[in-house]
């Protein structure tokens, strides 16, 4: 019995030294806002967000949320491997009135920080008339 429980607490502390040693899966953006100056009104703009897992375990992205409907994300969503990259791209269409404007794309994954926001920013303008 003794030998029994030994080997039990041997496999046991094994197992937890193994898990401990590997990193979860993490996101490194090149960037995590970005400003696009001054956007024309009806006149969609776009841009892309890549990261990079630098955990050790594949990083997957469940869900990719905007504050409105006004903003459109697209996102890899196959797992990302230790050290490859992903995008996140965000669609920003200005209807309505020209004004400054700020939207955050909120982004829920199995990573190590399970939520991550990404900001978009800047004014809309009134189309120029021919």
Do not use: H, R
Request: with cysteine; aromatic share 8%; proline share 6%.
């Amino acid at each position: 019995m003794k030998k029994l429980i030994l080997l039990f607490t041997l496999i046991l502390g094994v197992t937890v030294a193994t898990n401990a040693q590997t990193k979860p899966a993490e996101f490194k953006f090149d960037k995590e806002t970005y400003d696009f100056g001054k956007i024309p009104l009806n006149k969609p703009a776009t841009i892309t967000f890549t990261f990079t897992n630098i955990g050790d375990t594949p990083l997957i992205l469940t869900k990719v949320e905007t504050t409105c409907g006004c903003t459109v994300p697209e996102y890899t969503q196959t797992p990302v491997k230790k050290g490859a990259t992903g995008t996140i791209k965000v669609t920003y269409n200005p209807t309505g009135a020209a004004l400054p404007f700020s939207k955050a794309i909120t982004i829920t994954s199995n990573a190590k920080t399970t939520t991550k926001v990404l900001y978009i920013k800047g004014e809309t303008v009134a189309a120029a008339s021919k």
